[in-house]
């Protein structure tokens, strides 16, 4: 991901330069680590690895009490609040979006010694303070602990000095227990690239895996306080007169926070939800949707695009499958009077789906993954300044998604299944681009935005009819009479209600189309955030 020559060039991330001689500043200390996961039998071989093997190692042990009001009024204002024995020493700390999680974090962060196992809230700056919620202190006590023993090497590289911690314990909530087996890179000094640069190598010759979640969130998940549900997108809130390039980091960073959102979930049990799937897809799909943009400002196609493509290939096959075995035949099923007839291939297509879904749990756990996040959350770390506006980048990409949707419906009549197909695409990528920039007018957006929705509904419906089709050549071998019954039903059900949704389509179609873009209205006073839904 590179600009065409002739254009200024300057490293930020997320808007902060990351040129910048210290990371943390007196008023607002900032933490930047990257946490990994790893399987508490590899960390031998971990703790040989040639990049630690001559630099010093020490250990200690680490027991931390977090606390919290009884309502989890702390975690709700992402704060973290801890105290913290190592040896006979205490520490009291405060983190500020604490409930990002993530493998790249950066938040604020306050710490401080105290005499012993009892909070001193005076002693936090005057800006940590005003973070927490007023009614807070009165009702603060222990929430769950953990404890652990860490290993701590310091690693001197470029010009920056890294810290490299291997965690080993556990988070405990009474009876309840999460472990613990990972490793953070905290930039202590300098500059970040270096940081990738350890990241990378380490990944390069050990099978790490994405941990999302924080200690804190573990040990919030286990009171009961932070349920594992499935997450929606949250379009980042997007100031117009930003340089584009610093949207389109706020952009992908949020998709992959919402990737790494749905993951626990996906890999808390042997069959999940299968929502999590579908928010996991929502989340590449939105980031490749992201990407796609990038012309518009001058940026070629990152190289990490067709890793990007495998994950997603090797979610949809997933996808698919819970859409036809929990959706799709269910549905036609309740409208037969003899339900059962339909039961064999509910059957063979739940065994595909369960096999799907394994397949895509090893896909997010394996050695791919996070190389592949290395490498695009460097590439937005280190995305040189756009000279165009998020405003400019905006428009432009709005107005070329919208010509290309239209492109199509005018033909509406004349599309084959497949030109449908490259419909939905089409409105899919206009309705995620909506959504990143309905910052220009809010309210205008979310009626485009629903419309858009409602016709993307339908061509989605058609388009799960056609992978039906497919998908039903796997399920139903030639020579059973129970199948081939099974399958004349589908498809008659399938041909009966495509003639309804292409009628609908054409109302939707009309719908939209008065519809006026509404980035054309000018510049709004003041920016807004609107979620999306999906």
């Not at 929430?143 to 690693?155: A, H, I, P, S, Y």
């Not at 594992?228 to 980091?249: E, G, I, N, R």
């Not at 937005?380 to 506006?389: D, G, K, M, R, Y």
């Not at 030639?478 to 589908?490: F, I, K, N, T, Y």
Request: aromatic share 6%; glycine share 4%; charged share 25%.
């Amino acid at each position: 991901m590179r600009r065409l020559p002739g254009r200024r060039r300057e490293a930020v991330l997320m808007g902060r330069s990351v040129n910048a001689p210290e990371v943390a500043t007196a008023a607002a200390p900032v933490e930047i680590e990257i946490k990994l996961a790893l399987s508490p039998r590899l960390m031998p071989r971990f703790r040989r690895h040639p990049l630690l093997r001559q630099a010093a190692r020490s250990r200690a042990k680490l027991y931390t009490l977090y606390v919290d009001t009884p309502d989890a009024a702390l975690l709700r204002q992402g704060i973290a609040l801890r105290l913290r024995r190592s040896g006979r020493r205490w520490l009291q700390t405060l983190k500020a979006g604490a409930g990002s999680g993530g493998l790249l974090a950066e938040r604020p962060e306050w710490e401080m010694p105290v005499s012993g196992k009892r909070l001193k809230l005076d002693l936090l700056p005057a800006e940590a303070r005003s973070l927490l919620p007023p009614e807070a202190a009165a009702s603060l006590a222990p929430c769950f602990e953990t404890e652990v023993w860490r290993d701590t090497w310091q690693l001197n590289h470029e010009g920056a000095l890294i810290e490299v911690a291997l965690d080993r314990g556990e988070v405990r909530a009474g009876a309840r227990v999460c472990p613990i087996a990972e490793v953070e890179l905290e930039l202590r000094s300098g500059d970040l690239p270096p940081l990738f640069d350890i990241a990378e190598r380490l990944a390069a010759d050990l099978p790490f895996q994405l941990e999302p979640r924080s200690k804190a969130q573990r040990g919030y998940q286990l009171v009961g306080a932070l349920p594992c549900t499935p997450v929606k997108a949250s379009p980042p809130l997007l100031l117009l007169d930003a340089p584009a390039s610093v949207s389109f980091q706020h952009i992908v960073r949020s998709c992959l926070r919402q990737f790494e959102a749905n993951l626990p979930g996906l890999l808390s049990t042997s069959d999940p939800d299968p929502e999590f799937i579908h928010q996991m897809r929502v989340a590449l799909r939105r980031m490749r949707a992201a990407i796609g943009l990038l012309r518009f400002m001058g940026y070629t196609k990152p190289d990490w695009l067709g890793e990007l493509k495998w994950l997603m290939g090797e979610l949809s096959v997933a996808r698919d499958w819970d859409v036809l075995a929990t959706e799709t035949l269910p549905r036609i099923q309740a409208h037969l009077p003899q339900p059962e007839r339909l039961a064999v291939l509910l059957e063979a297509a739940e065994a595909q789906r369960r096999a799907a879904n394994d397949r895509a749990r090893a896909a997010v756990t394996s050695p791919r993954l996070v190389p592949l996040w290395l490498k695009v959350e460097r590439e937005l770390a280190l995305l040189p300044v756009s000279p165009a506006t998020t405003a400019d980048w905006s428009r432009a990409a709005l107005r070329r998604r919208r010509r290309q949707l239209v492109r199509l419906g005018e033909r509406l009549h004349e599309l084959d299944a497949t030109e449908r197909h490259a419909m939905r695409i089409a409105a899919k990528k206009l309705r995620y681009s909506a959504e990143f920039f309905a910052v220009w007018h809010p309210k205008a957006a979310r009626r485009f935005i629903r419309h858009l929705a409602d016709l993307q509904d339908v061509l989605g419906v058609l388009n799960d009819a056609a992978v039906t089709v497919r998908l039903l050549s796997e399920l139903a071998p030639a020579g059973e009479a129970a199948s081939r019954e099974a399958v004349g039903l589908v498809m008659g059900f399938l041909a009966c209600e495509q003639a309804y949704r292409l009628a609908r389509l054409e109302q939707l179609w009309r719908e939209f189309h008065d519809i006026p873009p509404y980035w054309k209205k000018g510049k709004p006073p003041l920016p807004a955030e609107v979620h999306a839904e999906d």
